[in-house]
């Protein structure tokens, strides 16, 4: 681990004391640092603050006093999720005092190389491929950040051997001031979080800081199919990589005739992937372009991109039953990741979809219901779909009580080579805690059926 020395004695808060916060609590206080946590839940059964007290760490519960600001403080550690419009931060960035993610402190304390991979959608699916495309490589992967594990901790135990492969979200790269991964992967950009950045002009610049601080040493893979994400990255001082789905580029990562290419090397058939899909494949480009540059085999990517299923509950390939695919996509939760998914499949599809009411229509989904040959809705949004189906002139529509029912129906309206889709459209909390279980549900109720 690199010098910590920079920590000892520094005076920090660090505000959120969820699994980050916590990590990061641990972490700085092994560095020496003068800390004070603070949590707007009670004290009372929070094991998390008891665990620190014991460590001999101030924590602070139930509210976010302006007086943690007072004293000297060096800087503040937030948790992503704690928007910069809570009044402790504003008065904190009022005073000048810096405010960061934990993300900071680990590009500050890891000995190992860093791939950093943020965008709007797929980054999940992007980071687990370079992840799996390392294997067997020179370094170590380790994946880590926003996919679930916490990145400073990770960072702390890692050495010159490993290599940390990072989902970022713009709320961990909002704070970042020095982070400076040595291959940065930039997917998409779409409008989301605005309740947080405010505007899209502002969700862009946070997601840009990936690269704010590289040099012509490191490398910059960018979706030159996404016209945001190319202006954003014009300034950019690392090496551009770009990468597209519909157009030749040499320098980058591009298809032609049917293969995919890196800088004209010949990587895979596009025919022996089994990922689905033109969204998965920008993911795929982009995973392809990290793991070349941080020495992957091509024995290893061909291996992933042949055998990969999709992550869990993200267009996820389950099986195949008597000539019928089965894809568990219960992670869309809105019309956007269901279009996405429907745009995957040339055959015919069994829609499954409905949730959660939040009062919106489905007309955006009408384009993309082409191929949809018939539909099994559940949930609160029931009826509201099958009226879109109506409309998409979908002439086989039938309604399920849920997830485990809808399964069976869609089986018995479906044909050889049709595909079975679970894309909701929808948040999963009328019926099930989590979009998890809901896909799990899925995946039972096929496996029934074999």
Request: charged share 25%; proline share 3%; with cysteine.
């Amino acid at each position: 681990m690199k010098d910590t020395t920079f920590f000892k004695n520094k005076k920090i808060l660090i505000v959120g004391l969820a699994k980050s916060g916590f990590a990061g609590a641990k972490l700085l206080h092994s560095f020496g640092a003068q800390l004070t946590v603070n949590d707007k839940s009670p004290r009372e059964g929070n094991v998390e603050a008891e665990k620190l007290e014991k460590l001999g760490i101030k924590v602070v519960c139930g509210d976010h006093p302006l007086s943690l600001l007072d004293g000297q403080l060096d800087f503040i550690v937030k948790n992503p999720g704690i928007p910069y419009q809570n009044p402790l931060i504003e008065e904190a960035v009022k005073r000048n005092i810096p405010v960061y993610t934990e993300v900071e402190i680990a590009g500050m304390i890891s000995d190992a190389s860093i791939i950093a991979i943020t965008g709007s959608n797929g980054k999940t699916t992007t980071t687990t491929l370079i992840g799996d495309m390392l294997k067997n490589s020179e370094k170590t992967p380790i994946v880590a950040g926003n996919i679930g594990t916490v990145f400073s901790e990770v960072a702390a135990e890692s050495t010159e051997n490993d290599i940390l492969v990072a989902e970022l979200s713009s709320f961990q790269l909002m704070g970042t001031e020095r982070f400076k991964p040595q291959i940065a992967v930039f997917l998409n950009l779409f409008e989301a979080h605005l309740d947080y950045h405010g505007s899209l002009d502002e969700y862009g610049k946070a997601k840009a800081k990936i690269t704010e601080n590289q040099d012509s040493s490191d490398y910059m893979i960018y979706n030159a199919d996404d016209e945001r994400v190319t202006r954003l990255m014009k300034d950019s001082k690392a090496q551009h990589i770009p990468f597209s789905v519909s157009k030749k580029i040499e320098s980058g990562v591009y298809v032609e005739e049917g293969v995919l290419y890196f800088q004209e090397r010949k990587v895979i058939m596009l025919s022996e992937i089994v990922l689905p899909g033109n969204h998965n494949l920008s993911n795929i480009m982009a995973a392809v372009a990290a793991s070349l540059l941080a020495g992957a085999t091509l024995k290893q990517i061909h291996q992933v991109l042949t055998t990969f299923p999709g992550v869990k509950h993200r267009l996820q390939y389950v099986g195949e039953f008597n000539g019928r695919r089965f894809y568990n996509d219960s992670k869309a939760t809105n019309i956007l990741a269901t279009n996405a998914a429907l745009s995957a499949f040339e055959q015919p599809v069994i829609l499954l979809a409905g949730g959660l009411d939040r009062g919106n229509s489905f007309d955006d989904l009408l384009p993309s219901l082409k191929n949809v040959k018939a539909i099994v809705t559940f949930g609160q949004t029931a009826d509201k779909l099958a009226e879109t189906a109506k409309q998409a002139g979908i002439e086989t529509i039938k309604r399920a009580d849920n997830v485990e029912d809808a399964v069976p129906l869609a089986y018995s309206l479906s044909a050889e080579e049709d595909v079975i889709l679970l894309s909701p459209a929808c948040a999963s909390w009328d019926q099930y805690k989590t979009f998890e279980q809901r896909g799990d549900m899925f995946i039972n109720s096929v496996h029934k059926l074999k």
